[in-house]
């Protein structure tokens, strides 16, 4: 443990294994605390432990910084402590205040001062950014190359272990996991987030509190996904459920969707998938989903992104509470009007999973994988990797976390690092192309030639500047800059492969440009 | 030429090389003559060469046996020379007598025995069966698995023989070719279908009389084509126009259409094709092309199947006249909708091509033209082959009519054989299936995996039978058993490569059944 970290969550002390993960701050936390710019303050209260802590005690703090005030959940964490945790936004001077129905809680103040981000990747929570794209807070551009690891929060630690560092060596920046549990092996033996007594099919759930431990790990495991620079789109309901969680009454499930804001909004690295599959969780209404958003919306002070996944139909992304689209689809040749729709980011969420299972939606070799992500960004939208290989030995498959196994990772690494290479902000897809290919007007021309291998093409490049040409094989991942500069129709020789692409890149005005316009695409 | 030819064509004698291409028979042909059901009768008769033959004469005769008559139209050759020609359709005694404005035609009467076919592989016109499919006439199968060969009929006699031997030895079973020429090369010296007198701008058309030798060489070709088995499905109009053929008065349109038809029906290869790109043919309506079907309908004595070719709109195939659907469309996944639409069969006759051109229709590879071709045939329809290649020294591609360069075509011939090997009627796709399978209600069942690449799966066959199995691997060419036999929920191992297939065969009955059913599928 650096130092490093012990500031960012509060200049206080972690503790480990599945004792409370994070950092508690002293009950009065020293005027002279520094919190750097996105990091987590937390500051710990003794308080009642009688009756229910969970539903008895209101507590909330107000973190001011000169002329604003951000009113902020504190929450119950098992054994008389209480915490409340703030990511402040801006440096300068905060102070704090509490408000409680314990006289315990109530009245206590304090001050930190926020300083510049110092640890290396901490650009603040991504958002939107250019209609359709997403950037960090800081203004650095995120471009979303995204898996799936739905039980990495509450799976054995050797599988989170093999998970994270599957998703370091692979450059992914964003992983897809569940808050509430999925039965894995023994469900009777799984750490809950409720309590729960009995067996079998007499079994109970206590609705009413929370397991701090549950909690707890699943907030070391979002530290070390913060720490690798992973966002977390947190999935707050799913289908996949062993316990009887996705059927839980609409109290309870407003309860739990408050106590894990209240936990987990002041980390930067989270985002908001209000559910899986939310259309095969059949015990739930279009209104409970709406519902769950606007409880979101109105408890994180810190506005993290927000989605839903659908599974068959998509949910009407127009709504304002919704900030990009996370769609269970491999239409990708749609993207152009989701966006005009909706006029929000677009994830392809899920576009199948590579893999050798014998559902339909877990077998697409690397190439197609590949391929799907290429065809989402050109597109203008992105895309997110899953993986499910079987196992003989019953070692748990990438996409719930453990072991990365299939060979699609490192072709969507390069794809991402083509992506950052060539432009701060995204591609939008060119219209009416004749082949598929995205861009910045005059600046950037990316071609995805995807099952077509033309030996030639007279590239329609504009005539006000002059270009340099890059062939890129995704696949094999290698680039070949092509010799010379370009200028309106430009033919270039290709290859006589399949999935191959083309990027030109400006290099220079073209100030001796010929009157004569590039000739028109004609379409067939 | 074989003693066989010369029965085929009417007990007469064939002049080689662009000299009259077909037999011809005596003015009054011996009634002793024999023709082979299905066989070509030609009558020539000597008549008025002043003025225009095409025009000013008109010429039928009549066909009988027992209590049937066929009235069939003749047609002026040039020289003097008029020709009738009958495709007898039943083995007996045929006589017939022609009418005529021109006394000298008039009035000719004779008669010929019709045989059973003796011809290996003539087993008459194809027409539709089973509703959604083909066969001969004589009820022996046909599978169309054609390509496309546009100008084959008309092009250089070097390229029609490369064509010709490449259709042979990739077992192409029909080919897609043009009676109206496309330019080649240096347009002034083709052979064309009418007079044209001048050159370059100011050259002029007779659409009033036609030009015999084009029509012989094209009766040429099309019997090579019959004698090596393969449909011709004739193109009557299409865009691709050098001297203005596809913006002719309705009137000529007509008289060139009667003329074709009167010349070409009478063998037994021959579809019509009314159109290829309809849609493109912009100086004629909806009106036209319906007026041409109806034209077919009323002057081809023999049924031949018709239908129409789009590029973009589909043309209604609910229409009487329509036999098949000829779609240019690779949305394969669409054919259920249609078959239930159409209540007929549908060819997607044009996939886009195997090849490196710089269009996005003629790029395809072998692995992709492959893959549409079993996705096409698993759908229940039938998929048609064309390939461009770029030739750098100008030669001819294979889709005008040249080399077959391309490596699809083995692939194809594998696919025909397969289904000629396992089923007599064609494939019906099963609904609802959990991966793309087709087959025969407990009887066959034939998987093709497309993409999705499991490393195992459950079968639900029926209880009813048992099976044997057979792996596929479409692209390499191979089968592969799987030991044993088969019946209800069934799980075998498959490859980890996508593009698989599997074929299921019933090999008896399951009278040991077990009184549970298999496992209906679980959809997802």
Chains 1, 2 share one sequence.
Not at 33 to 59: C, H, M, R, Y
Not at 257 to 274: D, E, G, P
Not at 499 to 517: G, L, P, R
């Amino acid at each position: 443990m650096h130092r490093r970290d012990l500031i960012k969550l509060g200049a206080a002390t972690l503790a480990t294994g599945l004792q409370p993960a994070l950092a508690t701050a002293a009950a009065t936390a020293p005027s002279s605390a520094a919190i750097e710019q996105w990091g987590l303050f937390e500051l710990s209260l003794p308080g009642p432990s009688t009756g229910n802590p969970f539903k008895d005690v209101t507590l909330i703090a107000r973190f001011t910084l000169e002329h604003r005030t951000v009113q902020v959940t504190g929450f119950y964490d098992g054994d008389g402590t209480y915490r409340i945790r703030f990511m402040p936004d801006a440096p300068g001077h905060w102070t704090y205040q509490t408000s409680s129905s314990a006289p315990q809680l109530a009245n206590k103040s304090g001050a930190f001062t926020c300083t510049p981000p110092t640890t290396p990747g901490n650009h603040g929570p991504v958002t939107i950014a250019h209609e359709f794209h997403f950037q960090y807070s800081d203004g650095t551009p995120y471009f979303p190359f995204g898996t799936t690891a739905y039980a990495y929060l509450f799976t054995a630690e050797e599988n989170a272990k093999h998970s994270l560092e599957g998703m370091r060596q692979a450059r992914f920046n964003k992983t897809r996991i569940c808050v509430l549990p999925k039965p894995l092996g023994d469900k009777e033996k799984q750490l809950l987030p409720f309590p729960r007594s009995g067996t079998g099919a007499s079994a109970v759930n206590d609705l009413t509190r929370f397991n701090p431990a549950y909690f707890q790990l699943l907030e070391k495991r979002l530290l070390d996904l913060q720490k690798a620079n992973i966002e977390a789109d947190l999935i707050l309901f799913h289908p996949y459920d062993g316990w009887g969680y996705k059927a839980m009454p609409p109290d309870s499930d407003d309860f739990y969707l408050r106590y894990a804001i209240a936990r987990l909004s002041a980390f930067r690295n989270v985002w908001w998938s209000i559910a899986n599959e939310y259309d095969l969780v059949k015990t739930k209404t279009m209104h409970d989903w709406d519902r769950f958003f606007r409880i979101t919306v109105a408890e994180d002070p810190y506005s993290h992104l927000r989605s839903i996944h659908n599974s068959g139909p998509i949910y009407d992304n127009t709504k304002s509470w919704v900030t990009h689209a996370s769609l269970q689809r491999a239409d990708f040749e749609n993207s152009a009007e989701r966006r005009t729709a909706w006029r929000k980011p677009i994830l392809y969420d899920e576009l199948q999973y590579e893999g050798d299972v014998d559902r339909r939606w877990g077998n697409l070799s690397a190439e197609e994988m590949t391929r799907r992500f290429w065809l989402a960004l050109i597109n203008g939208a992105y895309a997110t990797h899953g993986e499910v290989f079987i196992s003989e030995t019953g070692e748990s498959s990438w996409s719930d976390a453990g072991r990365l196994r299939g060979e699609s990772a490192p072709r969507i690494a390069f794809l991402r690092a083509l992506i950052e290479k060539i432009t701060p902000v995204g591609l939008t897809k060119v219209d009416n192309a004749y082949y598929l290919s995205a861009g910045t007007p005059n600046q950037l021309l990316l071609y995805y030639f995807d099952y077509h291998r033309p030996a030639r093409y007279d590239f329609p490049l504009p005539t006000t500047a002059n270009f340099s040409a890059t062939l890129i094989d995704p696949y094999n991942m290698t680039t070949t800059p092509v010799p010379g500069t370009f200028s309106g129709k430009s033919r270039i020789a290709l290859t006589s492969k399949p999935y191959q692409a083309i990027v030109f890149q400006k290099v220079s005005d073209n100030h001796n440009k010929s009157t004569e316009a590039a000739r028109p695409e004609v379409l067939d």
